[in-house]
């Protein structure tokens, strides 16, 4: 689990990376940091956003000061509204005493608001005030508060479709895309792979207290060179970690990559199948827009052939499994072309 909130003044971690793509985004942060103006950073989840984000704070005037960051996505609206805001004693149960929240601790600094894009209309609004107007108010309280903080949103939506679809107000985006940094997928940047590879493998070594770290076989590094990364970096350092542990021999170099740490040929079937097979989805919301006619035909031929299977290709079984007529399900199987008998 990540840190909710950190506050620190810790030096900035190491940022790896030389593809053309990931210096010129380097480029872009270096250029947007000294402003004090909002930046949106971008990315696929564990492209490093946290990383941008910090990396705005340290290169800019602010570095001496505050650097907050507050994971929105974690926190219900009331407890983000006093996280941020800060409450009055006796402002709800509970609040026993005075709450200092993020935006005044962040005073002279920096405040990312990370997975920005899942908070609610009202909160946005209320911190479009405060980029309006420099100006809070604590929960419970009359006094209007100053404060000069730099806010740094992060997220792995679109926020023009949200905007476009309701979910986030237009006046909050344009404030803070003054300047949007869009972090580039790994697979976009394959140069960065290896240099990344080796560096998480040097820290595995050291953390697992192995005198050196030796490296990758051809096979493996020709793997890891393939792989898709749909999570980045994040999914990288634990492969690699995962696989340096793993290795049998410390003294030899790294031969197999444990990309999927649940690869096992006993792993039980996703829910996802079984509902499917009842024509329903229990837990995913629809990905929307979609292609109605093209998902029923899927869903259609899905169960058809399933049926057929079980039936052992006798139609009269197979139309009773799915509660047709012999007709109909002749009709269907002509429709969508699928074997009346056993294939092979
Ligand atoms: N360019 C990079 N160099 C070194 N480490 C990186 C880099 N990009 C990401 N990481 C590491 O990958 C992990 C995920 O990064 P994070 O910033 O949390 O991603 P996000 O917030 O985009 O999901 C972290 O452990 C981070 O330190
Ligand atoms: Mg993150």
Redesign the pocket.
Known sequence: MEDLTISSHRPP?????EAPAFLEMLEHVSHAAPLSKPVLVV?E???????IASRLHFLSERWESRLVKVNCAALTESILESELFGHEAGAFTGASKTHVGHFERADGGTLVLDELATISLRMQEKILRVIEYGEIQRVGGSETLNVNVRIVG?TNANLRAEAAGGRFREDLLDRLAFDVITIPPLRERTEDIMP?AY?FGINMASELKRPLFPGFAPRASSSLLKHDWPGN??EL?NAIERSVYRSPDPEQPVAEIAFDPFDSPYTPPAEDATAAGKGLSRRRQPLLPTDLTARVEELETGLLNAAMERARYNQRVAADLLNLSYDQLRGKLRKYDISRSKPG
């Open positions: 971690q190491t940022i790896i990376g990315g989840r564990g492209t490093g956003k946290e990383l992060s990344l560096a970096v994040r350092k």
